[in-house]
């Protein structure tokens, strides 16, 4: 059984109307002593409920927003916005060099949260004045709390309550950090797939890198930042369901779709490498992004490059060396 994260039972809403649906505290307790969690089921245990069992909806969000708050710090830490903008900036400049300098495009960013990539990018202008920056999530006390702190910092993006497919806008680029180990099986496929339907030039979904070290640093960054034991323990399990190489590129290879990875697992270096993303963009695409990453982009492969090995004509030795420096172009 996978391992389960407390923060996906606890807060649970209808797919369609998006509306908060009560969760029983026994429940959910029940449901982790069954998947072998004991620890997980005591947290919970000590959450506040009603006389109904129902989980205090108020004190819930008042401890997302807490654990949010904790994980925008590891995000600052660990550099997730540069890292993002190292693959984010050429592929907009591919597409600008495609659509055209003066268009218009649009950022949407799945599960976002407090909004940290967003404002990130909205407060460094790192992709330009002509990129829109919406963020989509389903949880709607981190929604209106992104856009409260938005609004403060005085930045130029919005977030939306709902689903990012629902958007009445077309996006040009979907983006996401930590999201993709929360798809399983099947789940995992039909998400690609919603996206090489829509009109969007490209993906873009940052995730822990599943090594064996993964779960254990996972534990020491969490130990060390995340006060709250439901940060702590949803941080390590995040690292065990994270997703291999391979299933990615596999689940990423939808009609439509040039799936690509960058800096692949066996590529790159175990103690360097936390998050990396899995590409899709619209073939035409492929070239102008290989030009604009320019040396880099011998980090970037497919899936018939990844089961030899790397790029082709690669020293492993030294290709490993120059690309297991992180993000850093």
């Known amino acids: 059984m ?3 994260e407390i923060s996906d039972l606890i807060t649970v809403t209808d797919p369609l109307s998006g509306a908060r649906l009560p969760v029983r505290r026994g429940d959910v307790v029940r449901r982790l002593d069954e998947a072998g969690d004991p620890r997980a089921a005591r947290i919970v245990a000590g959450l506040p409920a009603g006389p109904d069992d129902v989980l205090d909806p108020l004190a819930v969000d008042r401890l997302m927003i807490g654990v949010h708050t904790e994980l925008q710090r ?19 400049e591919a597409i600008r060099e495609i659509a055209g300098r003066r268009g218009r495009f649009r950022l949407v960013d799945i599960g976002s949260g407090l909004g940290y990539l967003v404002r990130w990018l909205a407060s460094t202008g790192a992709l330009g004045p002509n990129v829109e920056l919406i963020g989509v999530d389903l949880d709607a006390a981190l929604v209106a709390e992104a856009d ?36 399983r099986g099947p789940a995992l496929a039909e998400f690609f ?5 829509s009109q969007a030039l490209a993906f873009c979904h940052f995730d ?3 090594t064996r070290l993964a779960p254990v640093g996972a534990w020491m960054f969490h130990r060390a930042r995340m006060r709250h034991p439901l940060g702590r323990h949803d941080g390590v399990a995040s690292a065990r369901r994270a997703h291999s190489d391979e299933t990615l590129l596999r689940a990423a290879t939808v009609p439509g779709i040039r799936p690509l990875l960058y800096e692949p697992r066996g590529l790159s270096n175990p103690f360097c490498t936390t998050l990396r993303p899995v590409l899709g963009i619209r073939p035409y695409l492929e070239d102008p992004l290989r030009q604009a990453m320019g040396r880099a982009s011998r980090r970037l492969v497919g899936a018939e490059q990844l089961t030899r090995g790397g790029p082709p004509g690669h020293d492993p030795a030294a290709w490993s060396a120059t690309a297991g420096t992180g993000a850093a172009r």
């Open 148 to 183: 409260r702190l938005a609004r403060a910092e005085g930045l130029d993006c919005r977030f939306v309550h709902g689903n990012a497919f629902d958007l009445p806008e077309v996006a040009t680029v979907y983006v996401s950090t930590g999201v993709l180990h929360h798809f």
């Open 208 to 210: 822990i890198a599943a």
């Open 2 to 4: 996978p391992h389960l």
């Open 74 to 92: 590891l995000s600052e830490e660990l550099r997730v916005g540069e890292r993002l903008v190292d693959v984010l900036d050429p592929l907009f």
């Open 193 to 197: 797939e919603a996206q090489a339907d």
